[in-house]
């Protein structure tokens, strides 16, 4: 972690956000005492759960993976951290692999899960049979991460919403790497037109919210349109980093 990141995320910690704000680690205990240095007590760690990133991409055992997520934990406790457990590339893994990181999560811990679709490789029909077949065996909360890689990410974490997931990953006008993650305004728009409106989000402010982000990120000239919010979104490149 820079000098610079390191400043902006204890900019974020010092803001009065009515938020719980986590910072993203890998699963290297240099990640943890960078994060735990920054001053966060919420953190989120991150493994490879598919044999494609396991053994062709780390090649690495699937042992030695979830050997280094108890030990990063632990040591996240050890701070007084209390941690997610982010699964990588879930969408491309097994229901029983995913479950065995979610059984090892709750043991030592960690307050939810993520199923992350970090190819964007799903549609809303396999996020809905996936998400419903693990969410019914899973020891603890599930939260959907959704890529937008095919142009359905808004609509995969609405079909995981239906399927059971209690906690969903979305972004400010979709903003993420390659073609961007569900929009966070999308996604509520689309949960109050389907009768699931949270009194406690004010659409007007997140409105409001979008334009300003768009405009700190000169992207007026977005080559997508979110009609509902009348802000830009574009593609930002970058290759997806794991441990």
């Known amino acids: 972690m820079g000098q610079e990141e390191q400043e902006a995320m204890k ?5 009065p ?42 090649k690495t055992s699937r042992e030695k993976v979830l050997k280094q997520l108890e030990e990063t934990v632990n040591l996240a406790k050890s701070f007084g951290c209390q941690v997610s457990i982010g699964a990588e590339d879930a969408s ?25 679709d970090t190819i964007g490789c799903l549609d809303p029909f396999k996020t809905y049979e996936q998400i419903a077949a693990v969410s019914k065996l899973c020891p603890i909360p599930i939260e959907f991460h959704g890529h937008n890689d095919f142009g359905l990410a808004t609509a995969n974490t609405l079909a995981a919403c239906q ?18 993650n569900a929009s966070m305004e999308e996604v509520i728009q689309a949960l109050n037109l389907n009768g699931c409106r949270d ?14 982000v768009n405009k700190l990120l000169d992207r007026s000239n977005g080559e997508f349109f979110s009609p509902n919010y009348k802000t830009d979104v574009d593609f930002f490149q970058g290759l997806h980093k794991c441990n």
């Not at 938020?19 to 953190?43: K, Y």
């Not at 009194?199 to 300003?212: A, C, F, G, R, Y």
Request: charged share 20%.
């Open 163 to 180: 399927a059971g997931s209690q906690y969903i990953s979305t972004t400010i006008a979709g903003i993420g790497e390659r073609a961007g």
């Open 199 to 212: 009194p406690h989000v004010d659409t007007n402010k997140i409105s409001q919210l979008v334009k300003m």
């Open 92 to 116: 491309r893994s097994s229901a029983e692999q995913f479950l065995q990181v979610a059984e090892l999560a709750a043991r030592l811990g960690a307050l939810r899960i993520r199923y992350a």
């Open 11 to 15: 900019l974020i910690l010092a803001a």
């Open 17 to 58: 956000l009515k938020a719980t704000v986590f910072a993203w680690n890998r699963a290297r205990s240099e990640d943890i005492m960078a994060s735990v240095e920054c001053g966060f007590s919420f953190l989120h760690i991150s493994i490879p759960i598919s044999d494609l990133h396991i053994y062709h991409k780390l």
